[in-house]
């Protein structure tokens, strides 16, 4: 929320559906490759937007969820579903034209100047008490 546009609630109670029962079985990283890295950032396509309608469960959960995009870790902590099941079903919904995948560039991912940014980013998240962590 650091641009002041906040992000979709929670959809509902946390599901009790095994995770394995969701995506058929099927992990993040079966493909042969590796798995989406959590900070990849999803958001809804117009073609996701117009099937809402027409898809089923999570997978309308997490299309409604990306109306605007966020990381694949938000989108599990938002929806309150385990994050290789996101992972998974943001790959089909991929796949499917309803979902646009963002995948960070992996040299940025180690530059110490936006790990830093990201702890700082982190440590201004309030606590449930209100309360920032860099207030303490």
Do not use: K, W, Y
């Not at 989406?36 to 117009?46: D, K, N």
């Amino acid at each position: 929320m650091a641009d002041g546009i906040a992000g979709p609630d929670p959809v509902g109670p946390a599901p009790a559906v095994r995770p394995f029962l969701v995506t058929a079985g099927r992990v993040a990283d079966a493909g042969g490759g590796r798995a989406l890295p959590l900070e990849t950032q999803v958001v809804a396509t117009a073609a996701g937007l117009d099937a809402l309608g027409r898809l089923s469960f999570e997978r309308h959960d997490i299309v409604a969820a990306c109306r605007l995009p966020q990381s694949l870790a938000e989108l599990a902590a938002r929806l309150r579903l385990h994050l290789n099941v996101v992972r998974v079903l943001a790959e089909d919904l991929r796949e499917a034209g309803q979902l646009a995948v963002h995948v960070p560039d992996a040299e940025a991912t180690h530059d110490v100047s936006v790990l830093r940014r990201l702890i700082d980013g982190l440590r201004a998240v309030p606590d449930s008490r209100g309360v920032s962590s860099d207030t303490d």
